[in-house]
């Protein structure tokens, strides 16, 4: 009898050690239910993120979409599905597990999506009102933060910083921290207007000792999450006539045009070497390739997010399984984003005024509208800085690292 219950119990910790590993290994799966009239199509990568992706189809109303929530590797979680026809557009809106909303009424129309409360639609707003039985509620997609004026020149909405998220601003004399309590580091002792010279990666800012005049040997870094800041030095003088490129990680590439050289700064390693000299220029657009002496004069910069799998665009980016697409009206850009296996059907998300001010971390994209930063996710877009110095200047830029 001993033995049968000694047996029992070691087979019963081999089982569940078994379903721990397989838990562990498990990288993900893709599963196709059917609810009510909707055939749903769930794949799940551990890889990305747990990132959830979605197909869901009806007659022939189909859209896709991505949820970034962990679900301890469950499957079919989309529990429940409302969905009506409003002048037009086909709105949906998926109820997950756990009566979960996790993003904004979808509105399908002539194979564009746009987000429910970005329609300003009287019918579809007041269907909106309905959907509090799910437990939808309107207010989580507005903009309710209030202003905190800091400043002549600066207003934050405090309310909507997200948490683990640190965000830097440039000032003339340094860096503005705000990751909750709003700080300043001072780098210049007199105000420098413009610093071409610099850059934010990973969590660092990174800028050229513009105390000098016409070249520099030391590069201040500022560590965004703490604060801290560091000097990484040069043995070779660096021109001022130099432009970064971009960045891998937290190493920053810098081209010398009146040097014709190419240098690789390491955070890490606290070092700065050369890369390339002017025979053997590389830039990267997702992987390494050759790079001509000219182009490199004329400033070219890395495209981390190159892809050329969609064309009549101002700029088309590559990120997980999405295509962000870029297209110019009048003085802004509108932003679009569709998904990298269904190209016809786009969501409208946001405009930007800045090309440049774009910054993805997962399923939050952050960007410059005017004079005020905002960042987007399924709930919205929100304010977070405004700064009215951006009326002026142009080469005030944001970073913003996830912890």
């Known amino acids: 009898m001993k ?15 078994l379903k721990g590993l397989l838990f562990l290994f498990n990288t993900g799966h893709d599963v196709t239910y059917n609810l009510g009239n909707f055939k749903i199509k769930e794949t799940l990568d551990t890889k990305d993120n747990n990132n959830y992706y979605f197909e869901l189809t009806h007659e022939k109303f189909k859209i896709n979409f991505q949820i970034n929530k962990n679900y301890s590797k469950d499957d079919k979680v989309i529990k429940k599905i409302a969905y009506k026809k409003i002048d037009g557009y086909q709105c949906i809106l998926p109820i997950f597990k756990n009566n979960d909303i996790l993003t904004d009424v979808m509105c399908l129309k002539n194979n564009e999506i746009t987000y429910a409360n970005n329609l300003n639609n009287k019918n579809i707003n007041n269907y909106l009102k309905t959907l509090d039985k799910y437990g939808y509620d309107l207010n989580n997609y ?61 969590k660092y800012y990174i800028v050229a000792d513009y105390t000098q005049n016409y070249t520099f040997k030391i590069f201040h870094v500022i560590n965004i999450v703490n604060g801290k800041k560091i000097d990484i030095r040069s043995y070779d003088d660096i021109s001022f006539d130099s432009y970064i490129e971009g960045a891998i990680g937290t190493d920053i590439y810098l081209f010398d045009k009146e040097n014709n050289k ?18 053997h220029l590389q830039t990267y657009n997702g992987k390494w390739e ?21 064309k009549g665009y101002d700029k088309v980016d590559k990120v997980g399984n999405y295509y962000y697409m870029y297209q110019k009206e009048n003085n802004h850009y509108k ?52 700064n009215t110095e951006l009326e002026f200047n142009q080469d005030i830029s944001l970073g913003v690292y996830k912890k």
């Open 262 to 279: 190419q240098y690789k700064i390491s955070i890490d390693d606290e070092s700065v070497e050369e890369f390339h000299d002017k025979n």
């Open 335 to 386: 932003v679009y984003r569709s998904d990298i296996q269904n190209k016809k059907i786009k969501t409208y998300l946001f405009n930007t005024t800045n090309l440049n001010s774009i910054i993805y971390l997962d399923d939050t994209i952050y960007y410059q509208n005017g004079n005020t930063f905002y960042y987007h996710t399924n709930h919205g877009e929100r304010k977070i800085i405004t």
């Open 142 to 202: 507005k903009d309710n933060a209030s202003a905190i004026k800091l400043s002549n020149t600066q207003t934050i909405y405090q309310n909507n910083f997200l948490e683990n998220h640190y965000i830097a601003m440039e000032s003339y004399k340094g860096l503005n921290l705000f990751n909750g309590n709003e700080s300043n580091v001072q780098i210049f002792e007199n105000d420098v207007y413009t610093k071409p010279i610099s850059f934010f990666t990973d």
């Open 3 to 17: 033995y049968l219950f000694k047996t029992l119990i070691i087979f019963t910790i081999i089982f569940f050690a």
């Open 290 to 310: 050759n790079m001509s002496l000219s182009d490199a004069i004329n400033g070219t910069l890395f495209n981390n997010y190159y892809t050329d799998d969609v």
